[in-house]
């Protein structure tokens, strides 16, 4: 694994990889029906994260970000967010150390395996932690990887910002904008300021570059 350049965005590494930083509800969100199979997001808590805190962490790191998801990103298409809490060697893994990352993938690989889940970038799945998932940072994912990590205690746009990463989007098209009440960084900037606000949305061109990105999706085979 080619990690280079640590960056902290109070939560992100960067690497040639684009490894960066990074939910509750078993909803789905149904569009008009597609040829398309459904984008899912597999959410999984790890065992660490109290269930007392289920639903804090579902309105801070989730609700909205789906909302914006369907209603303005990827509106029209048919999207299904999956939470999953205690699934034996999933939810319990080790993390926090510099193999993490390798570590979550396979185990997530085994659990899709096991589901009959194709690992073709219809599914992504995002493990969130109770503490630092990956040294130095507060969440990782692979550029247009099907895989992600993020801890509970990230900025609320952790998991907006690495389930980005894993649909296309990239630091470079994130923004600092003005708002009426005050300026607001949007979901993919590197680094979180103290100062600014979360915009809790995509760039004009990262939302371009996430559809792009599901538009270029291959249909599975049947
Ligand atoms: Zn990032």
């Not at 029209?76 to 570590?103: L, S």
């Amino acid at each position: 694994m080619t990690m280079s350049i640590p960056r902290i965005r109070n939560k992100c590494i960067a690497a040639a990889f684009a490894l960066c930083l990074g939910g509750f509800l078993n909803t789905a969100f149904a569009a008009e029906p597609e040829k398309e199979p459904p984008l899912t997001f597999h959410i999984f808590a790890h065992d660490d994260i109290p269930d007392s805190e289920a639903q804090r962490v579902h309105t801070r790191l989730l609700s909205w970000w789906l909302a914006d998801m369907t209603d303005t990103v990827l509106r029209g298409w048919n999207i299904q967010a999956r939470i999953h809490r205690h699934v034996p060697g999933v939810t319990d893994i080790r993390y926090g150390d510099d193999r993490a990352y390798d570590r979550w993938k396979g185990s997530a690989t085994r659990f899709a395996e096991r589901e009959k889940l194709r690992i073709n970038g219809w599914n992504k799945f995002m493990l969130l932690t109770g503490a630092s998932p990956y040294p130095g940072t507060s969440g990782i994912a692979q550029h247009e990887g099907d895989f992600a990590l993020a801890s509970v205690n990230a900025n609320a746009a952790v998991v907006a910002h690495e389930f980005g990463h894993t649909l296309s989007a990239v630091h470079d098209d994130s923004k600092v904008r003005g708002s009426d009440a005050w300026w607001c960084e949007t979901n993919m900037v590197p680094s979180a300021s103290q100062i600014y606000r979360d915009c809790r949305a995509y760039s004009p061109e990262n939302q371009e570059r996430i559809r792009t990105y599901v538009t270029g999706l291959a249909l599975p085979s049947p």
